[in-house]
Structures are given as structure tokens and as C-alpha cells.
């Protein structure tokens, strides 16, 4: 059966602490990985991830994908509050399928 | 990045009466787009996958009979929830494939509320 599972569910950390999130994935005929940052409402694109070993970064934020090991990660150095957020991990596959991880909670305390 | 326009962003309906959901990608176009649904505190659900131009693929256990779902363009795709009930209550929001690029956005989703 097609999944994909983030670890871990939630996470509290202070400011300034670096946090790991992980997106662990077994589908068929994969295309692409895809972490999304959710806050209030909608969430909005952070990273699309179709190559192994090759990091996409954006100011604090980075991400790899391990094709091998079917696996991504996220990571936020010098956490702010403003990174608390359901973190989103994403995978589409075969022509048009796409299935969402149950997301990260994360908690950056003053 | 490209944007996707979902409207209206809230609406209260009666229960037994229709209410339609639309969302356009507005600077590009979208072949695909996904309607999901989700529920205070837990990670979206996705309810079909609309292709343009023809029927929508729907997930198990979403009834495709009361969840209307219609792709007529490129840029627009619209979910009818039919006769609601207080239980459709929820947050439903789109997303779009770019088709150039695959890359997915998402609309600022839609409140239902059905009283």
C-alpha cells in the first residue's frame, strides 16, 4: 500500500534550536516530494524535491531527498516563533496520484 | 510563485441546500487539480483528483454523487457539496498542478459551515 509517514508527529523546541523533520515514503513509480509550511489556513509551497542529494535551500530552511533510501528531511536552523507550523511532506506518483503525510506540529518557544 | 484563487473563503449554507466551491489558477494553467478536506488539527485528506476534461477520480469513501466535482478549463475546477448536512462542516481547500513543471499550489481554502 502507497504511504507516506513524517516523524516525528509533534515537536517542541526554543528559539534558536535547529530542528530535523523527517518524510519517509513507499509508493509506486515515484515523481516528486514536496514540503509544504501550514499555518492558519492553506498551506504554502516550500521545496519540490525530484533528484537524490541535491539540497534546495531557502534562508533557514533546507531540504534532501534520498531516493534510495526513500526518504527526505527538512531542516530550520536558528529557529524563530514565526517557524511554528504544521510542517506538510508530500508525494506524487504514477501519472497524477499524490498522497500527504499526517504533517510535523512544530513549537519554537520564546 | 503561481497563484491559485479559491472562493468563496467562507460560507454558511442550510442543511439540505448545494453550495459550490470554486478555484482557479489565475497566471497559469492546471491539467490536474486535487480538492481535499480537512478537519481541525489533522492533515489534509484528499478527496479527488480533477483532470481537465474529464470526470474526476474520487478517493474510497468520498460519494462522488453528494461531492460534484467539474474541471470545464484549464484554470477552473469547481466542488458542489449537494444537499449538505451539519457533518460536511469543514474546511476544503484546492490544489493546482502546474503543467509545465509539476510543481502543486495551493488555494487559501474554503469554511463551510452548514447549520
Known amino acids: 500500500e502507497d504511504k507516506v509517514v513524517q516523524s516525528p508527529l509533534s515537536l517542541v523546541v526554543h528559539e534558536g534550536d535547529t530542528v530535523t523533520l523527517n518524510c519517509s515514503y513507499e509508493v509506486t513509480n515515484f515523481r516528486s516530494l514536496l514540503w509544504y509550511k501550514q499555518e492558519k489556513k492553506a498551506p504554502t509551497f516550500l521545496f519540490m524535491l525530484t533528484s537524490s542529494g541535491i539540497e534546495k535551500k531557502s534562508g533557514r530552511l533546507s531540504s534532501i531527498l534520498d531516493k534510495k533510501e526513500l526518504f527526505s528531511i527538512l531542516n530550520i536552523t536558528a529557529t524563530q516563533t514565526g517557524d511554528s507550523a504544521v510542517y506538510l511532506c508530500?508525494?506524487?506518483?504514477?501519472?497524477?496520484?499524490?498522497?500527504f503525510g499526517a504533517g510535523t506540529r512544530l513549537t519554537v518557544k520564546p | 510563485g503561481a497563484v491559485v484563487s479559491q472562493h468563496p473563503s467562507w460560507v454558511i449554507c442550510k442543511s439540505g441546500t448545494s453550495v459550490k466551491i470554486e478555484c482557479r489558477s489565475l497566471d497559469f494553467q492546471a491539467t490536474t487539480m486535487f480538492w481535499y478536506r480537512q478537519f481541525p488539527k489533522q492533515s489534509l485528506m484528499l478527496m479527488a483528483t480533477s483532470n481537465e476534461g474529464s470526470k474526476a477520480t474520487y478517493e474510497q469513501g468520498v460519494e462522488k454523487d453528494k461531492f460534484l466535482i467539474n474541471h470545464a478549463s484549464l484554470t477552473l475546477s469547481t466542488l458542489t457539496v449537494t444537499s449538505a448536512h451539519p457533518e460536511d462542516s469543514s474546511f476544503y481547500i484546492c490544489?493546482?498542478?502546474?503543467?509545465?513543471?509539476?510543481?502543486?499550489?495551493f488555494g487559501e481554502g474554503s469554511w463551510l459551515t452548514v447549520v
Open positions: 508530500a508525494v506524487t506518483y504514477n501519472n497524477n496520484d499524490m498522497r
Open positions: 490544489s493546482a498542478r502546474v503543467t509545465v513543471g509539476n510543481t502543486i499550489y
